[in-house]
């Protein structure tokens, strides 16, 4: 077992339980928190598959944006105000068999799935190459999702935005 | 770096170990004790005081017994507080303040990892130290903890943007993430480095050096709120909010909150050297090659990156006991009517002279 073996280990028990903390606990704050070391993990997981890019991405995204606000959110209900949240488990029986039906359908597509396995070799870096493709051969997409984020931009500004009496 | 290690331990786990602690044992702990006694002496002698005086000559011994004294200390989780996350939270912030240290490039043998990624790694990376501040302030329960987490989080936020402008008009401009390259671009003498206009010649240059002036400054003001130091420390202004995010921890807790601002104070410093002071570059060529020494010049860049880092550390204590905190209203308008047009601004005519 190698270096890599070991991180790899490592990285997926970390998404793992952080995940299973995020489903189980009633804590809303923690649940957040565990999301947090979920993304980690996965980023983790992302750089070990040679997408660093991809792994800086998912922490810049997910923890620095996403997560911080959902905490600004989260964080005034919650025992500083005393509001409690409703936090109960409801829907037994749907919900297993949701989770039953969802989890045999994907264990069989994994299993009878044949695969294609091919002897890859990662490349060094990924950066430069991702930023060609996105301004040559995905520069609609891109653009388009430009003209998004500045949409959402403006609709943020305007709702800041105070109205003169 | 790591064949070498591997050569000489024989085994590649242990290697990459001591290749991952070296900095941190070597440089950042010894680096984080002078820094506590100089930040003291700075204080002092800018009051026109003595600071430690009592232990050791001139009190250079002082942070040595402080840390003594820390670790005796009784360790207190108040009652109220969410355990779990209260103990949590030193470690996050400790960690990721150091893991911004495995992407800067010492000298060009001793660089953690020369990942091609490695300026948008340290800046989402330094995200995890304003989740940590939130998970800190909160678990707490504590409203002054709480505010000053609050503040500190909208604050960082709003600073990133200003400095990753920068950072992207340098990007641009060297055209690399990766900052081992982008402190190769900066070799020989002083006048090649980024904040002189980089290798560029000629009109390119005369036009570029003022622009990265003022980036200089744009970045150096805004890294500054990033890492919470006066005058952009409302997030633990003592008058206010007794001491902010860490107000309920105690010993070594609060030892660790101490040394990972500390930490971050020089790895911002050296994250700016390596983008507009030339990195680990020397302003006036090598000992080691006049002599030729070879094994002299991976020192000499040790030396002169340190050195570089330092001095900005230096700086930033001064202005820490020079000027008053700023307002939070006025903190919110320096950066975004006033960093973030400039430094905007700046990327716009900096990416018209790259295509040009």
């Known amino acids: ?165 | 770096m790591y064949e070498f290690l591997e050569n000489i331990v024989g085994n590649q786990i242990i290697a990459y170990f001591i290749a991952a602690a070296l900095p941190l044992f070597l440089f950042i702990l010894p680096y984080a004790l002078i820094a506590v006694l100089a930040e003291r002496k700075v204080s002092a002698h800018m009051q026109d005081r003595l600071g430690p005086m009592r232990v050791g000559f001139h009190g250079i011994l002082q942070t040595i017994a402080d840390i003594l004294k820390l670790i005796q200390k009784e360790d207190i989780i108040p009652s109220a507080a969410d355990k779990k996350l209260f103990v949590t939270a030193p470690y996050i912030i400790f960690m990721s303040s150091f893991a911004v240290f495995a992407a800067i490039p010492f000298s060009n043998f001793f660089i953690g990892s020369s990942i091609d990624v490695g300026l948008f790694y340290i800046i989402a990376i330094s995200g995890f130290v304003v989740a940590g501040i939130l998970m800190g302030s909160w678990a707490s329960n504590n409203k002054y903890s709480l505010l000053g987490g609050m503040r500190s989080v909208a604050q960082i936020i709003s600073y990133e943007i200003p400095t990753a402008i920068v950072v992207l008009t340098m990007v641009m401009l060297t055209g690399s993430l990766n900052l081992e390259t982008i402190t190769n671009q900066q070799t020989a003498f002083f006048w090649n480095w980024n904040i002189f206009g980089g290798a560029a010649t000629g009109i390119t240059k005369i036009v570029l050096i003022p622009l990265m002036l003022a980036a200089f400054i744009i970045i150096f003001i805004s890294m500054l709120a990033e890492v919470n130091r006066t005058p952009f420390d409302i997030a633990e202004a003592e008058s206010e909010l007794v001491s902010g995010f860490h107000t309920e921890y105690t010993g070594m807790r609060f030892a660790m909150f101490f040394l990972a601002e500390y930490a971050n104070m020089l790895a911002v410093s050296l994250i700016i050297s390596a983008l507009f002071l030339g990195g680990y570059n020397s302003p006036f060529g090598y000992l080691g090659n006049s002599l030729g020494v070879a094994w002299l010049i991976p020192i000499e860049q040790m030396f002169w990156f340190t050195f570089k880092g330092i001095i900005l550390v230096i700086l930033q204590m001064v202005l820490r006991w020079t000027l008053p905190r700023l307002r939070v209203d006025q903190l919110m308008t320096v950066c975004w009517k006033y960093l973030i047009p400039y430094s905007i601004a700046i990327l716009l005519i900096v990416g018209f002279i790259t295509v040009l």
């Open chain 1, 1 to 165: 077992m190698g270096i890599y073996d070991i991180i790899f280990y490592l990285f997926a028990a970390i998404t793992i339980v952080s995940a299973a903390i995020v489903v189980n606990t009633k804590n809303i704050i923690h649940s957040a928190f565990s999301l947090l070391l979920t993304f980690f993990g996965v980023s983790g997981l992302y750089a070990l598959l040679g997408a660093d890019f991809l792994a800086i991405v998912q922490i810049m995204v997910y923890v620095g944006g996403i997560l911080i606000l959902l905490l600004f959110g989260v964080m005034l209900t919650n025992k500083i105000t005393n509001v409690d949240i409703k936090t109960g488990v409801l829907n037994v029986i749907p919900a297993i068999l949701g989770l039953g039906i969802f989890g045999a359908v994907l264990i069989f597509i994994v299993t009878s799935t044949n695969w294609h396995v091919e002897k890859l070799v990662i490349p060094k870096t990924t950066t430069s190459m991702l930023g060609n493709l996105l301004l040559t051969d995905y520069v609609l997409v891109f653009e388009l999702l430009a003209i998004l984020l500045l949409i959402a931009l403006i609709g943020a500004a305007s709702i800041a935005r105070r109205d003169k009496e």
